[in-house]
């Protein structure tokens, strides 16, 4: 590993390059904000990729990438006379020592739990100058819904609305399942919805799949289960599986399209059974 000097020098090294970068390169130095975001998240799942992959490898590439768009964020706030690097790694340093009174307060208290530590972080949130005024102000608009329910979720636990035991949660989420199928007629075997209009009964569709969805996601983090990844999983599953489903049918001289749902059924099974 580098010492802290050769960590300094790497740092600098780094502001050197992105400085040339917007100064001679023309894609470079034509990007903004707005240009950059869709790049960034492309970049944070490539990171999530290499995490879950646990490749270190990945995962150190993916973190230059990602410093990379930190950098540059920061010369675009430096050239419009906003913010620049130190302003960014300031701002965090002080963010972090006063959310972490247990490590950096005169009284620290080295005997708290994790569990202390997250709830008492919610809380110190609140008191920031120009801080949020409601614990789940902070939680970004444009996050993806599985993980936004998560960290709703979570953040409203950390201050103590949650379940006594994770037990406890499975009553609301067969209530939700079964309101979702009451949504769509199933349980009742009567037309969907709640009224003769078809946008009245979609968007009570949609509600109550929500609810449903969000109490499962609720389960999962409540068991120490990531609702994303175990989505994410499934999703590969199945991709795994019907692409073994298509190629075999095309080996077979079958058409996908023609075939009953039997038939598809069985070749699935066999990728099933080969453990794909």
Same mark, same amino acid.
């Given at each position: ?19 040339? =970068? %917007?100064? #001679? ?6 990007? +903004?904000?707005?240009?950059?975001? /869709?790049?960034?998240? @492309?970049? *944070? ?77 919610? =809380? %110190?949130? #609140? ?6 005024? +409601?614990?789940?102000?902070?939680? /970004?608009?444009?996050? @993806?819904? *599985? ?98 489903? @298509? ?30």
């Amino acid at each position: 590993m580098h010492s802290k000097e050769e960590k300094l020098q790497a740092f600098e090294r780094a502001v050197g390059v992105m400085d040339d =970068l %917007r100064e #001679k390169c023309p894609w470079n130095h034509a990007q +903004t904000n707005a240009s950059l975001r /869709p790049l960034t998240i @492309e970049e *944070v799942y490539e990171l999530s990729d290499a995490v879950l992959a646990d490749d270190p490898a990945e995962i150190c590439k993916e973190l230059g990438d990602l410093a990379l768009h930190v950098l540059f964020y920061s010369k675009v706030g430096e050239e419009k006379g906003l913010y620049d690097i130190a302003d960014v790694l300031d701002g965090m340093c002080e963010k972090m020592i006063f959310r972490h009174p247990h490590v950096f307060g005169p009284g620290a208290d080295e005997g708290m739990t994790a569990e202390e530590v997250a709830k008492a972080w919610e =809380l %110190r949130k #609140k008191k920031e100058r120009g801080g949020r005024r +409601t614990i789940l102000e902070g939680v /970004p608009k444009s996050c @993806e819904p *599985v993980r936004k329910a998560f960290i709703l979720q979570d953040k409203a636990s950390a201050v103590g609305f949650d379940w006594d035991k994770p037990a406890d949660v499975w009553p609301k989420v067969d209530e939700e399942l079964t309101e979702a199928r009451e949504a769509v007629g199933f349980e009742t075997r009567k037309a969907p919805g709640r009224s003769g209009s078809q946008e009245v009964s979609r968007e009570h569709a949609e509600e109550e799949f929500g609810d449903a969805m969000f109490a499962l996601v609720n389960a999962a983090r409540l068991y120490g289960v990531d609702p994303s990844v175990a989505l994410a999983k499934a999703c590969d599953k199945f991709q795994r599986r019907f692409t073994y489903m @298509e190629t075999k049918a095309g080996e077979r001289g079958l058409d996908l399209g023609k075939m009953t749902l039997a038939e598809m059924d069985a070749i699935w099974d066999e990728g099933k059974a080969a453990g794909l």
